[in-house]
């Protein structure tokens, strides 16, 4: 997965350089997103549904991002990382959470020739980590037991599973450029990412577990994304 990693960033950097042209020197626009991703892992959660002491996870989770954006020629790149959490249950006592974090190079075409708007399907590749946390009702353990006892202490420990998968993207986006500074916008992106194969859960530390439960990734996304530009001249 690294190499994966490394090819992302490799992309993003040739993307880069490759925009600058002789009838428009400017550098990508930095994008923020803020935005719901659905997606169910339908294999954990059937295996927590056989212990009461677990809250199987949510569906969806909320996602902020980071990144760029470049429109060239009608052709579209961009890309970034995107963070997602969400909680079930008792946040105080039986409760679960799960977190990720994702990098993504996406490109694509401007499909309406006019400098005001950019309507762009896209297709990218991405990698998504993920990390699902488990806490039980302690309510009832006596706090003097947990300050006597190193079992005590273990047994009210929230349980940690991480899983990560290699992502291909489709989506579309629009983004609604300003009149006075075209490196400013507003506008949105959804679409689809999917995992090339299955994957175990594992524990906290990455290690393989006997008899875990497997998942595929299939997420549907969509952000508001908001871009900006300060080293653009305004008009």
Request: glycine letters at 10%; charged letters at 15%; aromatic letters at 10%.
């Amino acid at each position: 997965m690294k190499y994966l990693l490394i090819a992302l960033l490799v992309g993003m950097t040739l993307a880069s350089h490759a925009q600058f042209h002789k009838s428009s020197m400017t550098m990508p626009t930095i994008t923020r997103s803020l935005g719901v991703s659905f997606q169910k892992f339908d294999g954990l959660n059937g295996r927590v549904a056989n212990f009461s002491q677990y809250e199987q996870l949510r569906n969806y989770t909320a996602t902020i991002g980071l990144g760029w954006l470049k429109e060239y020629k009608r052709v579209v790149s961009g890309g970034g990382l995107t963070l997602a959490s969400s909680l079930s249950g008792d946040r105080d006592k039986k409760s679960s959470a799960i977190r990720s974090a994702g990098v993504n190079f996406d490109i694509g075409y401007d499909v309406i020739k006019k400098e005001s708007v950019l309507l762009y399907p896209m297709v990218g590749l991405g990698l998504q980590g993920y990390q699902a946390i488990f806490y039980k009702d302690n309510s009832g353990v006596p706090f003097d037991d947990v300050l006597e006892s190193p079992t005590v202490q273990n047994n009210i420990q929230a349980l940690k599973l991480t899983n990560q998968f290699v992502t291909y993207r489709l989506g579309v986006g629009l983004a609604l450029r300003s009149p006075k500074n075209p490196g400013n916008s507003i506008g949105l992106q959804a679409g689809y990412a999917g995992s090339f194969k299955g994957r175990t859960w594992r524990s906290s530390d990455n290690q393989l577990l006997g008899n875990a439960p497997s998942d595929n990734l299939e997420q549907v996304y969509a952000s508001l994304v908001l871009t900006c530009a300060p080293w653009h001249k305004k008009k």
